[in-house]
């Protein structure tokens, strides 16, 4: 929800994902029912509803305002995603799937990203990103 300058107006904005599955959708919608439920600590979920139609999956949530995430906040990442209690978590850790609002609050924004994995495949999957991320950063700085 964003309110305008002169506090005048009230506007919501919306973000329509569509996932057309070869077999049922219905291991994500359990993802996601369970996803309603799960709390972090620091990385926040928007508002989201989902509809299903045969194979199609739609994810109408929340849009997030602000910037992807980058390196200052791995460990965010790391202690709230990849360290999340249980066997569910989210497991894509590109950059692109975290935004930081104007309030500086962390959003995970690809929610059927949310599903049972380990943290031992968790702790991979942040590796590799990090990693990549970190090479990404080198080259840029030395391309100055």
């Known amino acids: 929800m964003n309110i305008d300058k002169k506090r005048t107006r009230i506007t919501d904005f919306h973000i ?4 057309e599955y070869k077999d049922s959708p219905v291991e994500t919608v ?9 709390k972090f600590e620091f990385i926040n979920i928007p508002w989201f509803r989902y509809e299903v139609s045969g ?4 994810i109408i949530s929340e849009y997030i305002k602000g910037r992807y995430i980058d390196l200052s ?5 790391w202690n709230d995603v990849v360290m999340h209690k249980g066997d569910y978590s989210f497991h894509d850790y590109q950059f692109s799937n975290f935004i930081v609002d ?3 609050k962390i959003w995970a924004v690809d929610l059927d990203d949310y599903c049972k ?11 590799k990103i990090k990693n990549e991320e970190t090479l990404r950063l080198k080259e840029l700085w030395n391309a100055l």
Do not use: A, C, Q
Request: no cysteine; net charge positive.
């Open 30 to 38: 359990k993802n996601l029912e369970r996803l309603h439920k799960d």
């Open 73 to 77: 906040h791995m460990n965010y990442l």
């Open 102 to 104: 104007k309030d500086n």
């Open 55 to 58: 194979h199609s999956l739609t």
């Open 16 to 19: 329509v994902k569509t996932i």
């Open 117 to 127: 994995i380990s943290i031992s495949d968790r702790d991979k999957d942040w590796l």
